[in-house]
T-cell receptor
Framework: GQQVMQIPQYQHVQEGEDFTTYCNSS?????IQWYKQRPGGHPVFLIQ?????EVKKQKRLTFQFGEAKKNSSLHITATQTTDVGTYFC?????????FGTGTRLQVFP | DTGVSQDPRHKITKRGQNVTFRCDPI?????LYWYRQTLGQGPEFLTY????????KSRLLSDRFSAERPKGSFSTLEIQRTEQGDSAMYLC?????????????FGSGTQLSVL
């Protein structure tokens, strides 16, 4: 079945450093979504990418969808302590959304 | 509160007992999903409904799991003869089915502990 993997599993950064998480799917996706889950919380939708090679920005966050629509990345510029949490990509190739393994981000002040 | 609500927030049960969880989606959301999440892992798809129809069920789900959405509004997830491996956070999410943009709104989950 479809699998969605993310690397790294964990990332510890100093506040102000950049952070990137990478997402890879075993199958071609119709679209990809990103969610953030704060410690003790539930996943919250961040963004959806649909087109091959699409790039979207939300303030310090940059999201990219690969040309082959099988991979994606999330880049955070100048991390802040409020960025702490686990970031999940979620890929769709049928009706259901398959979540990745997640990257847990810890930011030290 | 117009968000997705789940009840109970926590459930502790003994192995072999049956448990039932409830999810109330955002009103007018026609899709409802159940996911299971264990510590350090991403949400694992269990099943989903469009209105009252259950459209897909994960092959990983044993026959001990059943879900219903009888009137296309709230949903229940029942686990029969619980096992320790069922211990997890059970998340419900709802959405409006749109061809171009469907985002999931998650509830706070039901944390199940099987002793």
């Amino acid at each position: 079945g479809q699998q969605v993997m993310q690397i790294p599993q964990y990332q510890h950064v100093q506040e102000g450093e950049d952070f990137t998480t990478y997402c890879n799917s075993s199958t071609t996706l119709s679209n990809i979504q990103w969610y953030k889950q704060r410690p003790g919380g539930h996943p919250v939708f961040l963004i959806q990418l649909v087109k091959s090679g699409e790039v979207k920005k939300q303030k310090r966050l940059t999201f990219q969808f690969g040309e082959a629509k099988k991979n994606s990345s999330l880049h955070i510029t100048a991390t802040q302590t409020t960025d702490v949490g686990t970031y999940f990509c979620a890929g769709r190739n049928t009706d259901k959304l398959i979540f990745g393994t997640g990257t847990r981000l810890q930011v030290f002040p | 509160d117009t968000g997705v609500s789940q009840d109970p927030r926590h459930k502790i049960t003994k192995r072999g007992q049956n448990v039932t969880f409830r999810c109330d989606p955002i009103s007018e959301h026609n899709r409802l999903y159940w996911y299971r999440q264990t510590l350090g892992q991403g949400p694992e798809f269990l099943t989903y409904f469009q209105n009252e129809a259950q459209l897909e069920k994960s092959r990983l789900l044993s026959d001990r799991f059943s879900a219903e959405r009888p009137k296309g509004s709230f949903s229940t997830l029942e686990i029969q003869r619980t096992e320790q491996g069922d211990s997890a956070m059970y998340l419900c999410a709802s959405s409006v089915n749109r061809a171009t943009n469907e985002k999931l709104f998650f509830g706070s989950g039901t944390q199940l502990s099987v002793l």
